[in-house]
């Protein structure tokens, strides 16, 4: 081959070379733009159920954050918001699963504790949800849910010390957390200290002045320590955030008795059958005041309706029985404070010695 010939050969072979380099890297970027758009159709995917769980269509975003793991099995932002999604469908259980998943591929976020400790709580896990908040508390100290909720689940368990450290730290952690200094303030008044709760429900109100159930539990402890006037003055702002809210027309009428505003009382114990008409206390209340009232008759209606509604209710017996005998029904009478006795009402049995 002539030195011509051999440079058109190496030219012709240089081409072919060159051809199948770039046939080769096309190969490549194909590839590449297959697994790109998988990974974008995956965020795709993401972001619309993000903007659906925004939305409160749960079901939807659930379905989408699952197919968006279908095509990235380690997304795991997918799996922390269907476990959220998740949460608010009721299904706590599939919750705990995507959140172990969220856990095992990012250990060291609280939150995933925290959420996960939520789902445990609300599915009666208690020891666990406390195990989880702890290690979210671990993970950020000044996590302040997660000691709440520590607190709560204490306070449930009657471990009412315990519960006032948790909410201590809570409130450390966050200074305008008014669930926190409410619970801790009801805390409190299980160890009979009435003062650190008043206290307390007084701070959480001058964070949210317009929580309903502080108002109330704030009279109930004034209340306790025999402020009838301040108690009044509390439950009456209760009912003038919540009108429903039978619970605190209840103790108000319990506070008007004690002031010994007996149709006052009356009032609001009819006002709470009215929003409550099986609430066998409201009935036994009216009637402990229409006694005060002398009226023995209204008296023993009313018991009958306790009893009625709370066929153990001893306090109804006792009270069913003082009516009587002064309408002088003697054996009703005696039969009625015999029963409350047997029920645990001890006061009762002052006045079964009148008995044969």
Known sequence: MNHMNRLKATALLTFVMLLSGISFAQDTIVEATILDSADVQADKL???????????????AISDFTASLDLRADFEPAYFNRANCKVEEGDFAGAIVDFDKSIEFVADNPESWYLRGQAKYKS?????????????????????????????????????ESAIAAFDKAVNADKRHAYAYNDRGSAKRQLGNITGAINDYKKALLIDNNMAFTHNNLGSAQRKNGDFKAAIQSYSKAVSLDKQYYIAYNNRGSAYFDAGEYDQAIMDFSRVIELKSDYAYAYNNRASAKFKKEDYQ????????????????GYAYQNRGSAKELLRDDAGACADWKKAVELGADGAKSFIGICN
């Open 298 to 313: 209204g008296c023993i209606d009313d018991c009958n309706k306790a009893i009625e509604l709370d066929a153990n209710y």
């Open 124 to 160: 009666s896990d208690s020891e666990g949800a406390i195990t989880d908040f702890n290690q979210a508390t671990t993970l950020k100290a000044s996590h302040a849910q997660a000691h709440y909720y520590t607190g709560v689940i204490k306070f449930e368990g009657k471990d009412y």
């Open 46 to 60: 993401y972001n619309s159920g993000i903007s659906k769980f925004k939305n409160k269509k749960y079901k939807d």
